[in-house]
C-alpha cells in the first residue's frame, strides 16, 4: 500500500486474514520502493510476503484477500495502478499453476519484480517457483548486480511486532 498507516494496516490485514483461517502466519521485512506503472508523483509503496497454510480452496482465499482489501478502505472496482491502502496478490498456492478470468497463479509479475522477489526470497528463497523449474533464490540470483537490487534491498524495513 501507499495510502495511510500502511504498516498498521498490515498489521490488521494479516489479523483479518488469521480470522479468516490463514494459519502459521510468518511475514517478511517491509520493503519500501517507487511506484511502478503509476502516475509521476505517487507515493512510494510499502511492500511485504506473508506465507501461511491454507484448508480452503484458491477461490475462497481469493475471496477474502479482497474482502480484507475492501475493509482496509480499498473500493472493491479500482484502477490497476491507482493508489491504495492495502494490495493483496496471491504470488503462490502450492505448487498450482492456473490461469482464469479472476485469477493467475503463480502471479504473472512476480518473478521479475524485486518488490516481490526480495521479500519472497527471505520466507520462501529455497522453494520452487511453480511453473520456472528453478527456486525463488535461483531467480532473484539474475538480479543481484542490477541497480534496482540495491535499490530495493537499501530499501528494507522490519515487519512492525
Known amino acids: 500500500g501507499n495510502m ?7 498489521k490488521t490485514a494479516l489479523a483479518e486474514l488469521e480470522s479468516g483461517g490463514l494459519s502459521s502466519i510468518r511475514t517478511s521485512s517491509v520493503y519500501r520502493t517507487a ?6 508523483g505517487t507515493a512510494d509503496f510499502l511492500n511485504a510476503v506473508a506465507a501461511g497454510r491454507w484448508n480452503g480452496t484458491l477461490a475462497e482465499l481469493h475471496a ?3 474482502k480484507t482489501e475492501v475493509a482496509s478502505g480499498r473500493p472493491g472496482d479500482h484502477a490497476r495502478f491507482d493508489s491504495r ?12 499453476v492456473c490461469s482464469d478470468a479472476d485469477l493467475t497463479v503463480p502471479h504473472r509479475e512476480a518473478a521479475a519484480r524485486l518488490f516481490v522477489l526480495i521479500p519472497l526470497a527471505e520466507l520462501l528463497g529455497g522453494c520452487n517457483f511453480p511453473g520456472k523449474g528453478r527456486t525463488v533464490g535461483e531467480i532473484l540470483r539474475e538480479f543481484k548486480n542490477t541497480e534496482e537490487y540495491k535499490l ?8 512492525p511486532k
Open 64 to 66: 477474502l484477500c479482497k
Open 85 to 96: 491502502t492495502l494490495d493483496i496478490d496471491i504470488i503462490f498456492f502450492g505448487d498450482l
Open 152 to 159: 530495493v534491498s537499501a530499501a528494507r524495513l522490519p515487519f
Open 4 to 10: 495511510g498507516d500502511v504498516l498498521r494496516t498490515f
Open 35 to 40: 511506484a511502478v506503472g503509476c502516475k509521476p
